[in-house]
């Protein structure tokens, strides 16, 4: 990427990626292109597609881990040119260190940010953070000691713990089942309410998406696979898991999500989908200021 002035604006989002690209030499075409959208502070995004239209490359890109062939990313009024403790990760897969207990495995990222923190400083600050995902019991453990859940918990906790001004989720809880993943989803949500966590997370689930996410990406099909949409959650902020499917906004919104998964998302394939995204609220029509290329269908 080329270097770019950051922008100077105080009106500016917390985060910005224009034009980001990325292709790869001796492949007909770029995976994915023009990719333009922005985060608020505090604000929490999903992205939803297809496997392999390049979530991954984009939140690697995100945190600093990939360079894109072409476009920018801003955060904070700064070019993002590499990885921070600034943004923390949540892999696809645990990456944990195995021979580390949990206590180690996130003390070694506390120091990582805080080189001055004394043992005891450290230490206190790690049980802040494993007493949130609740897995006091475990802190002394070592990786494969633990069920898959408690090590997504233990991924989650050492994000949180270098206090990252954003969290970046890769598919935090794929493979977990549905009712260790609820649970930790509630965990979540709490901490982010909590703590004003600007969160940037990919998943496959949709309901997930619909708890989760103040806005959601839809992502369109490779090759030049583009953010297509962008769908505004219009439910109050504190919707809960057990009550959420009875807002009159959940299905409009969730059949919407599933319809472009199913049937859009592959005819915008091949750079067919807007660059620049239209704000659309499910069951209300698409935004006044937004661009009138796309037409909604109905929705339920
Ligand atoms: N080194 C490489 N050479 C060529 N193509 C690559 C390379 N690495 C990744 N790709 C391609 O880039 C595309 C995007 O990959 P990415 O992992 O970002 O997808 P994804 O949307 O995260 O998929 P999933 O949902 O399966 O995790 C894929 O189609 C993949 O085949
Ligand atoms: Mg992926």
């Known amino acids: 990427m080329l270097n770019k002035p950051a922008p100077t604006s105080g009106d500016r989002p917390f985060l910005q990626v224009e034009g980001l690209a990325k292709s790869y030499p001796g492949t007909s075409g770029p995976v994915f292109d023009e990719v333009n959208f922005t985060i608020n502070r505090g604000e929490f995004v999903c992205i939803i597609g297809h496997s392999g239209c390049g979530k991954t490359t984009i939140l690697n890109a995100l945190a600093g881990l990939e360079s ?42 506390v120091r990582s940010k805080w080189p001055d923190w004394t043992n005891a400083q450290v230490d206190t600050h790690v049980q802040k953070y494993v007493d949130l995902v609740g897995l006091s019991a475990a802190i002394d453990k070592k990786p494969a000691a633990l069920s898959g859940g408690m090590k997504q918990r233990v991924g989650i906790a050492r994000a949180f713990a270098i206090e990252p001004k954003m969290l970046l989720l890769d598919e935090p809880f794929g493979a977990l089942d549905a009712l260790t993943r609820g649970t930790i989803q509630d965990e979540l949500l709490a901490i982010v309410r909590e703590t004003h966590q600007t969160v940037f997370m990919i998943t496959h689930d949709v309901d997930e998406a619909v708890l989760l996410a103040d806005k959601i990406l839809l992502m369109s099909n490779g090759p030049q696979a583009r953010v297509a949409e962008i769908v505004r959650n219009t439910m109050p902020r504190d919707r809960q898991r057990a009550t959420v499917h009875h807002d009159p906004q959940y299905y409009p919104l969730r059949n919407h999500l599933v319809d472009f998964l199913v049937a859009r998302s592959k005819d915008l394939s091949h750079g067919r989908a807007p660059a ?25």
């Not at 499910?282 to 909604?296: E, H, K």
């Open 68 to 109: 894109a062939s072409a476009g920018h990313i801003f955060m904070d009024g700064r070019e993002v040119a590499g990885p921070s403790l600034e943004r923390g990760v949540v892999f696809q897969g645990h990456a944990l260190m195995p021979w580390l207990t949990v206590r180690k495995n996130i003390a070694f990222a």
């Open 276 to 300: 620049h995204p239209p704000i659309v609220e499910p069951g209300r029509g698409a935004l006044a200021d937004t661009p009138p290329t796309v037409t909604l269908k109905a929705v339920a």
